[in-house]
Nanobody
Framework: QVQLVESGGGLVQAGGSLRLSCSASGRTFSDCAMGWFRQAPGKEREFVAAVRCSRASTYYAGSVKGRFTISRDNAKNTVYLQMNGLKPEDTAVYYC????????????????????WGQGTQVTVSS
């Protein structure tokens, strides 16, 4: 089994920044991807960003591209989401996830492609 624990959420004003962290423990995989999804109240969960565990490729949702940066520290088995230029519409619970979809180029971006999920961390952006 894999355990994913998110941290770093909080309340921030519009235009501010936050960095989310997701620490993975338990079983490890050499070929994987880690991603962030979010879910706002009354809305469906949506993809935010993901990175191959090899760090060869990343992929971003159009709504966050240029503002958010995903990175991975393999030594710490941790993935980060640096969020800059936050907007009120970024308010949501952010979930870390791990995918066992193999490959180096393709970055999984659908929820069904992910096998493990964290409990989520709340991000609230005030206007």
């Amino acid at each position: 089994q894999v355990q994913l624990v998110e941290s770093g959420g909080g309340l921030v004003q519009a235009g501010g920044s936050l960095r989310l962290s997701c620490s993975a423990s338990g079983r490890t995989f050499s070929d994987c991807a880690m991603g962030w999804f979010r879910q706002a109240p009354g809305k469906e969960r949506e993809f935010v960003a993901a990175v191959r565990c090899s760090r060869a490729s990343t992929y971003y949702a159009g709504s966050v591209k240029g503002r958010f940066t995903i990175s991975r520290d393999n030594a710490k088995n941790t993935v980060y989401l640096q969020m800059n230029g936050l907007k009120p519409e970024d308010t949501a619970v952010y979930y870390c996830s791990l995918s066992r979809v193999p490959g180096e180029i393709y970055v999984p971006r659908n929820g069904y492609e992910y096998d493990y999920w964290g409990q989520g961390t709340q991000v609230t952006v005030s206007s």
